[in-house]
Structure formats: C-alpha cells, structure tokens
C-alpha cells in the first residue's frame, strides 16, 4: 500500500487527504441528522396532549429534551403562543430559515471535494505521463522499460484514487441531502400542526389579541 502511495507522488497524498476530509465529514453530518430526525407525530401527540391539559411548561421541557429543528419550532410556537397569529407563524418561520443552514451544514465542502478528487487524480495521470515523456526523452534512443512502467503506474494510480475517494463523496453528499430534505418536511409538519393547533379557538391556548 505504502509503495502505490508513493508511486501516486504528492497528488497522492492530496487526493488521501481529501477523502479522509469527505469521509469525516460525511460521518459527522450522518451522526448529527440521525439525531435531528425524529418520530413527529408521536412528538407532537405529547406536545398537544399536555398543552391541552394546560401543561405549557412540562411541553416546553419535552422540546428542550428532544433533539433536532423540530422540536425547536415546536418550542417557539409555545413561546410565542400569545402573539398575534401572523407574528406567532413569523417566529417560527424565522426559526426555521435559521435551522435549515445548520443542518446543511459542511454539505457545500462534500459536493466540493467529490468533484476536485477526480480532477486531481486526472492531474496525477496527466504529470505521470508527463514523466514518462521525460524519461523517454532522456533515454533515447534506448529507455528502460521499469522507468516508463513506472511512471505510468503512477499515473494511474492516482487517477484510481480520485474515483475511489470521488465516486463515494459525491454519493454521500446526496445522501446527506436527501435526509435534510425528510428533516425539513418533518420541520414542516411540525410547524404547520403546532400552529393550527395553537391558533384553534376551542385549545384556549392561542390569544387573538
């Protein structure tokens, strides 16, 4: 392994160094929205249940100990469940555009590494091509055969390890947005059933004042 590392040369190390970045990266994103998604409807059911029987504080309680931006646009339609009922779906709006950011958070790095990783493992077979016209050239009108081999198994080499670390990233990424994509669809069932029940005149919860 060592010896393909340095038969790939420097844009080797770019492209190994690139991968273990997307890699990182994709895991970490993998863990935060695994926590962000939750089971909405049971979430809510709780909320409703406890806001029916006047527990405003105990639901407050239940969105502070529930992760992800569901539950905290479910936290600030019980803060703002006084306000008028076009500030109360403005907070929380608010609240949302501010989320969704966080979720995509380091996506725009992924997308951006599944693309450079192959471009650089065609600059590794452009320069180790390059080599070989080199050593030919040196060599003439007799070349060695282990030299132009060489240069030319370094060339593809790199051009191997920008698919391999390329192709995965680029999935990944798609992944990824696809779960923010479901997590901002269950942002906004949150939102729209929280504020419908909220602003229903029979809770006795929502003040139209």
Request: proline share 4%; hydrophobic share 50%.
């Amino acid at each position: 392994m060592l010896n393909w590392i340095h038969s790939g040369g420097p844009v080797m190390w770019l492209i190994l160094a690139g991968g273990f970045i997307a890699l990182v990266i994709f895991l970490e994103r993998l863990f935060h929205l695994h926590r962000a998604q939750i089971e909405i409807d049971d979430f809510i059911n709780g909320i409703t249940t406890n806001l029916k029987h006047g527990n405003e504080l105990e639901a407050i309680t239940i969105c502070d100990q529930t992760p992800g931006p569901a539950a905290l646009l479910v936290r600030t339609a019980i803060i703002n469940s006084k306000e008028k009922k076009e500030d109360l779906i403005k907070a929380v709006q608010l609240a949302g555009i501010q989320e969704v950011p966080r979720l995509e958070r380091h996506t725009n790095l992924l997308i951006t590494l599944a693309q450079v990783l192959p471009m650089l493992g065609l600059l590794g077979t452009v320069l180790g091509l390059l080599t070989m016209l080199v050593m030919l050239q040196q060599g003439s009108p007799i070349a060695e055969i282990g030299d132009l081999a060489g240069g030319l198994w370094g060339a593809l080499l790199t051009t191997a390890a920008g698919l391999i670390t390329g192709i995965p990233a680029y999935a990944g990424y798609h992944f990824l947005i696809s779960r923010v994509e479901s997590i901002a669809l269950d942002m906004e069932q949150a939102a729209g059933e929280i504020i419908c029940f909220l602003t229903r005149p029979e809770t006795g919860v929502h003040n139209e004042s």
